[in-house]
């Protein structure tokens, strides 16, 4: 494969492409939680619902050689870019019509299949169009660009919508129904205007991206690389115990994604924090998420440093065990703000910490062979699945046990990672490390 010399600098299209990119991504499979959440709907429901749509993205290897068939893949990216900013603008045009409801989660699934091509046809052009010494040049700004996204809509927006609600609005942030459509309508016209105006500037900057060496001509051809792909990666030695690291390593998290947020906004009455979507928004959405960023790169450092088989299971606790600060809030149901602040920084810093030896365990041990990139994709999905079915139940089953029951299961099922964390095998050398994190940091 031979790269293609990009018509402008790097520097004009790498970070915005990341950027929107996450975007995409936070708005549908995160901040819906909380939209839904604001809208009346109970933990169980607003939990499941924005659960559902991660399942594009872990569906993402099934489809990922198609896309290079046809066209170029900035063709792909600005197709999908547009589709989203005219998707969240139809969505906030929706919220206003009668049973609206129906028509918001036919149009967000619809736009995480458009999402998920997104990110193949963005990761493509960003490979075929940089050679491997501007690669691990800009991986970096790349890193910190798609960390952005998730601050700008985890952090930004969702405080956005709460000002709205209150300021302009005039109405009670505490009080959770259809009140709520006329500030997530902005949130939406917000986004989806974003969105477009990023497909326009890509238009002019980024380059098309060459096509791979192993693009399918046909689409039989294409199912034949995966089916093979398939039989190669469970023909790997110690696969299984591979697969169920990728499971399980996050469990934990899987439970408390979608919880986390719910239990800051919840009223005391409920066993919650009490907070406004303003706090949310900075103390979850803003510096939680970039006590991640932070976490990420220190540990990328640490395990640079001493090697991942080493390390592996420090980064385990590191993700696992801070989980204890939402038990202790639960249980204390602190009103001090720098407490609760300082709760949320520290689960997330160490969940940064150590989620980076996830990515890097799937590159060095999962990924080898002669395909490298579905078979990592494939390690991703695995981990996405595990999102979408803890996802799915968590707010059933925090309905059912409180919050402090709740947060104690979710200490409890840190166990499985432990067990899977030290059972993985090890059967590639670790000697050559990344030299700096994962490109994209995983949602927390």
């Known amino acids: ?98 049973n609206y409801m129906a028509f918001l989660m036919v149009a967000f699934f619809a736009l995480s299949f458009v999402g998920a091509t997104q990110d193949i046809a963005s990761d493509g052009v960003y490979v075929t169009s940089l050679d491997a010494r501007a690669q691990s040049l800009y991986c970096g700004i790349q890193s910190l660009s798609w960390n952005i996204g998730p601050i700008v809509a985890a952090g930004g927006m969702v405080w956005l919508s709460g000002r709205l609600h209150t300021r302009l609005f005039h109405h009670d942030a505490s009080v959770f129904g259809p009140e709520w459509i006329d500030a997530w309508r902005v949130i939406f016209f917000l986004v989806g205007a974003l969105t477009l105006l ?78 406004s979507n303003e706090l949310l928004g900075i103390i979850y959405g803003t510096y939680g998420l970039a006590a991640v960023l932070l976490g990420s790169l220190l540990g990328g450092l640490y395990v640079a440093r001493r090697g991942l088989k080493a390390t592996l299971f420090v980064l385990c606790c590191a993700v696992n065990i801070p989980n204890v600060t939402f038990l202790l809030m639960s249980v204390f149901l602190p009103s001090n703000l720098l407490v609760i602040g300082l709760g949320v920084v520290v689960e997330k810093f160490f969940f940064g910490f150590g989620a980076v030896g996830f990515m890097i365990y799937l590159m060095q041990q999962l990924a080898p062979g002669k395909y490298t990139t579905t078979h990592y994709a494939f390690g991703t999905g695995v981990m996405g699945l595990c999102g979408l079915l803890t996802g799915m139940v968590s707010g059933y089953l925090q309905e059912a046990l409180g919050y402090v029951s709740y947060f104690v299961f979710v200490m409890v099922a840190t166990i499985p990672s432990f067990i899977a964390t030290w059972r993985a095998p090890f059967h590639q050398d670790d000697a050559a490390l990344p030299a700096s994190p994962p490109a994209k940091a995983l949602p927390a």
Not at 66 to 76: A, G, H, P, S
Not at 224 to 238: E, S
């Open 1 to 98: 494969m031979h790269a293609a010399k990009p018509a402008v600098s790097p520097l004009l299209w790498v970070p915005t492409g990341y950027f929107t990119m996450a975007l995409g991504y936070v708005m549908l499979t995160s901040v819906t939680a909380i939209m839904f959440k604001n809208l009346g709907m109970d933990n169980g429901k607003a939990a499941q619902y924005s659960s559902m749509l991660i399942l594009a993205y872990t569906l993402k290897p099934l489809f990922a050689p198609f896309v290079e068939m046809y066209r170029t893949k900035k063709f792909f990216v600005l197709c999908a870019q547009v589709l989203i900013g005219l998707g969240f603008l139809g969505i906030a045009l929706a919220m206003s019509l009668p």
């Open 198 to 275: 990023m497909a326009a500037w890509h238009a002019r900057v980024m380059p098309d991206g060459a096509r791979a060496d192993n693009t399918p001509a046909s689409v039989a051809d294409g199912g034949r690389i995966l089916l093979d792909a398939f039989v190669t990666l469970f023909q790997k030695r110690g696969v299984w115990r591979m697969i169920a690291f990728a499971f399980l390593f996050r469990l934990s998290i899987g439970f408390l994604e979608k919880i986390g947020p719910f239990f800051m906004v919840d009223p005391a009455a409920k066993g919650g924090l009490g907070l």
